[in-house]
């Protein structure tokens, strides 16, 4: 591991966003790395969707839960072969509940969080996500991202625009951010995954890039 003078902490990069360095543990990001290998290729397997104007992304992404194609959900692969969409396991809106009570320091409010959309995206090393916000969504309750492999540059802006001001954070391999309250419309952005110099991703059975998996409360009726 590269040597650090001073240890990354815990730090609020605005209103309701937190960073939590280092969360998740080794063996945690190993299993993690397990899981999205299986996702990737259930069914007819991980995909870069198309936008609206015919461009396609450069990230690709799997879902859970609730299937994403720019910009709405369905509970059908509606832009492959419209098979329905895996279930979201008990485990990992699980593990969304204990990151909510850990980055807002509030056990009540991890219990009341209840996910029920995962997209699992992975970035080779020139892949990259302009600035956005997640309002497809219609419920309120914060984003939660595990970030895993390879570090990135991640952006974050402000509700109103996607120009500044915003915050840049390098985030690593077992990170945690949880982004609601007044953050939770910010717009958001990754310019740039960076060199894996000390060799995270292949630590935890990554082949290469970096996956990163957020977790939504979507409001939609069942």
Known sequence: MTFELLPR????LAPGAVHVPDWLGRDRQRSLVDACRRWAVEGPGIRAATLPNGARMSVQTVCLGWHWVPYRYSRTRDDQ????VAELPTWLADLGREAVATA???PALGRGYAPDIALVNHYTADAKLGMHRDSDERAPDPVVSFSLGAPCLFRLGNPHSRGRPWADVELRSGDLLVFGDESRLAYHGVPSVLADDDGDAAAIGLAEGRLNITLRVSGFAA
């Open 81 to 84: 072969d419209g098979s329905s």
């Open 104 to 106: 807002y320091d509030d």
């Open 9 to 12: 902490e815990r730090r609020e």
